[in-house]
Structures are given as C-alpha cells and as structure tokens.
C-alpha cells in the first residue's frame, strides 16, 4: 500500500537510493541517508530493493531477502 506521501518522481527515482540525495517535492525532514542504508544493507545480504513511486500518490518499497541456508 502507498504511503500517500508526496511520492518520487521518475527522474528523481533512481538517484533518490544514493547517500544526502531527497526528492525535491518531500515534506519530511532528514538528510536523505535512509533509503542509501537500506539499499546497502539489501545489498550485502544478496537480497532486492525496488520503489514505485508516484507523484501525489505515494511510494512502496520492497524489500526480498533470501532465506539462509540450512533453513526453511
């Protein structure tokens, strides 16, 4: 479900996961590092980070990580 915010736009979509990087259009405070941690952290344990995002209507983010082995 989005989270109805001011959402990314398409340009902006793919810089937005790099460290002190903001959508021009948020209203929230922070120094754009959020989405740069998550994005690391996915990537050091071989999962996938995806965000969907449209203006005026929100962002979902996913995040997949695989099950270790020897497990499940």
């Known amino acids: 479900m989005p989270n109805r ?3 990314i736009s398409a340009t902006e979509l793919p810089a937005v996961r790099g460290k002190f990087v903001r959508g ?3 209203r929230a405070h922070g ?3 959020g989405l740069a941690i998550v994005s690391r952290i996915v990537a050091d344990h071989r999962g996938s980070f995806t965000l969907e995002s449209e203006l005026g209507a929100g962002t979902v983010a996913t995040v997949g ?4 082995e020897g497990e499940g």
Do not use: D, E, Y
């Open 5 to 7: 915010g001011a959402g």
């Open 24 to 26: 021009r259009f948020t």
């Open 31 to 33: 120094s754009g590092l």
């Open 65 to 68: 990580l695989p099950i270790a």
